[in-house]
C-alpha cells in the first residue's frame, strides 16, 4: 500500500487510537475515569455516589478484581477508587499512581458512604453515568460507546458539556469501515516500520511484561502456568497459549500492570498480540516479520470487532483469537489466502463462545480461540477447510464476517439479557 493511499494515514490511525494502555479490566476503569472526572468536577470528596450502568457495563465489572484498590472489586470499588484517587487526565490509567494510604482511605469511604449502583435500561450496550452530591453541589459526567467517550458534563445542574449519542456511534474515531481484509493484508505487508514502531512496540513491551507476571506468580485459576506445566517445553503453540492466558490471569486478578488494549479490551489486546510475539520468538522471526504480523492481527481483530461492537454476549477472545491464528499464519510464510482462510476456518469453530463478564474463566477462553485460530490454520496447511453454506460461514471472508457481526450484535442480544440475569441472580 502506498503511503499517498488515504487508507494508510488512516490505518496508522486506527492502530493508535485502539492500541493503548489501561490498567485492569476496561469496564471498572471506565468507571473510574468517569469518578474521577466528576469529582474534579464537584471540586470535593463527595458525600454520595450514584452509578447508572448499562447491562453490559454490570456484567463486566461484578466479578473482577480493580487494581491498586487491595483486592476490592465490583462498580463500587471501582468508583470510590476513581473518586479517591483517581486522575483524569490518565484516561485509562486513571488510577495506576494509587499509593497505599489511599487504598485505606477507599474501604474507609466505602465502609461511610455506600455507593449507589442503578441499572440503566437504555438503547446504549456502553453507557455508564455517575453523579456526585457534596451538600447542595452536584456533578454528573455520563460516558457513551466507548471507554473515554465523555458525552455529557454538568455542575449544580450548568450543563457543561452534552454531545448527541446514538447507539454504537464512534463518530469521533477514524473510519472503520475503511478497513478490508485485503488491505490490511497488503497494509501489514508494506507499511513503514517506523510508522508504527512506537505503538507496537509499546503493544510488545507492556503485554509481554504482564504475560511474564502472569507466569511467576499466582493469580486467578492460573490458566497460563497450568497450561505451560502441562505442556512439552519445546512446543511453540503451547508457549503462546500459555503466555496470553497467564496476562488474563493477572490482569483479571488486580494485577497493577498497564495492558495495551485492542477494541477496548486488555484481555483482545493480550490475544491480538502475546501468542505471535511468543510464536514469532521461538520459530526465530525477525524482528520486522514479528512487527508486521502484529499489525496484520491487531487490525484483523479491530476489523471483526467494528461489526460485533465493542460489548457483545460474543466473546471478544474468539474475534482475537482468529486474528493470531492469522498472524501465526503469516510468521510461517503464509500469504493472504492462508490468512483469511484461517480466520475464517477459526470463526466456525468457537462463534458460539459467550461473554458472561470479565473473571478468571477469561484466560481460558482466550487459550480455547489460540487453539482455534491455530487449528484454522493447520487445516487450510493440510488441504482443509470450511466452506461457504457451512453454519454461519458464507462465500467470502467479508461476507462470513458481516455473518458473525450479524450474531454477535443482533442475534445474541437476548442471551446477553439472559446471561445478566443469571450472573446478578448467582
Known sequence: MEKSNEKYSAYIQILEEELVPAMGCTEPIAIAYGAAKARELLGALPDQVVVEASGNIIKNVKSVVVPNTGGLHGIEAAAAAGVVAGKPELLLEVISQV?????????????????????????LVFDIQVTLRKGTDTAKVRIANYHTNIVHME??????????????????????ALLTMADIYDFAQTVDLDDVREVIGRQIGCNMAISQEGLAHSYGANIGRVIRDTSRPDDPIAKAKSAAAAGSDARM?????????????????????????VYGREIGASEEKIFRALVLSNLITIHQKTRIGRLSAYCGAVSAGAAAGAGIAYLDGGGY?????????????????????????????????IDAGVLGYRMYQNGQQFYGG?????????????????????????????????????
Do not use: W
Not at 455542575?155 to 464512534?170: F, T
Not at 489466502?337 to 481460558?364: F, P, R, W
Not at 467479508?398 to 445474541?412: A, P, Q, S, W
Open 155 to 176: 455542575k449544580n445542574g450548568q450543563v457543561l458539556l452534552d454531545l448527541p449519542v446514538e447507539a454504537d456511534d464512534e463518530s469521533g474515531l477514524t473510519d472503520r
Open 253 to 277: 486478578g488486580g494485577c497493577e500492570m498497564p495492558v495495551i488494549i485492542n477494541s477496548g479490551s486488555g484481555n483482545q489486546g493480550m490475544t491480538a498480540s502475546v501468542p505471535v510475539i
Open 390 to 426: 457451512d453454519g454461519i460461514l458464507s462465500h467470502g471472508v467479508e461476507k462470513t464476517l458481516d455473518n458473525v457481526g450479524r450474531l454477535g450484535k443482533i442475534g445474541m442480544r437476548s442471551t446477553d439479557k439472559e446471561i445478566l440475569q443469571i450472573m446478578l441472580q448467582s
Open 99 to 123: 499509593v497505599p494510604a489511599q487504598q485505606e482511605e477507599m474501604r474507609a469511604y466505602l465502609e461511610e458512604r455506600p455507593v449507589k449502583v442503578e441499572f440503566l435500561d437504555g438503547d
Open 337 to 369: 489466502e492462508e490468512v483469511i482462510h484461517t480466520v475464517v476456518n477459526a470463526l466456525a469453530i468457537v462463534s458460539g463462545m459467550i461473554c458472561d463478564g470479565a473473571k478468571a474463566s477469561c484466560a481460558g477462553k482466550i487459550a480455547a480461540a
